[in-house]
């Protein structure tokens, strides 16, 4: 048996696009249609393994204070990855991700591995930002790119292991 490796993955992004969505989602497997509060817990953890090698996934949710841009310090320290959340049907959410980024950047490890979700893709009929504008602003800063949907499942596993694969190459 081998011994876990832990991750710290922190979650960022405007209040409302889905953040503790997409982590209940992945943590549970379930979505509560009418969930207003993000978790209590400062972060929540889940396993996945890779052939014979298990990844931890530490994962940090804000219980709210991104509404003032004011994470803490601790937030971001010692973070292997941060995933930012936009929703495709408010082109606000996605502008707001270039200032994410700066506070990321700001207090964050340098070598952090960063991943854009574009969440809720199952109202794709509501699309304010083309899957091409959102590619190419994670491409000019080397992130991942996923379209999400708490809703219906879809691209949540798959960000994790994109996040995983960037880390350790050599689980492919
Ligand atoms: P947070 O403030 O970023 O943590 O966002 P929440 O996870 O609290 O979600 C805000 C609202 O969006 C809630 O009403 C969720 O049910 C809804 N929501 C989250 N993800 C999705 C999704 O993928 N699709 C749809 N249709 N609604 C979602
Ligand atoms: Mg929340």
Known sequence: MSIPTNLKVVVLGESGVGKSSVVLRFITNVFNP??????????????LSFNDKILKFNIWDTAGQEKYHSLAKMYYRDADAAIMVYDITKRDS??????????LKENG????????????????ENEAVSPQDAKA????????FRKTSAKTCTGIDQIFKDIALKIFPELK
């Open 94 to 103: 996605f502008n707001g991700l270039k200032k994410w980024y700066e506070e």
């Open 34 to 47: 009418t969930s207003e509060a993000t978790l209590g817990a400062s972060f929540v953890g889940k396993a």
């Open 137 to 144: 602003y994670a491409d000019s800063i080397g992130a991942i």
């Open 109 to 124: 490890p340098r070598d952090i591995v960063v991943a854009i979700a574009g969440n809720k893709e199952d109202l794709v």
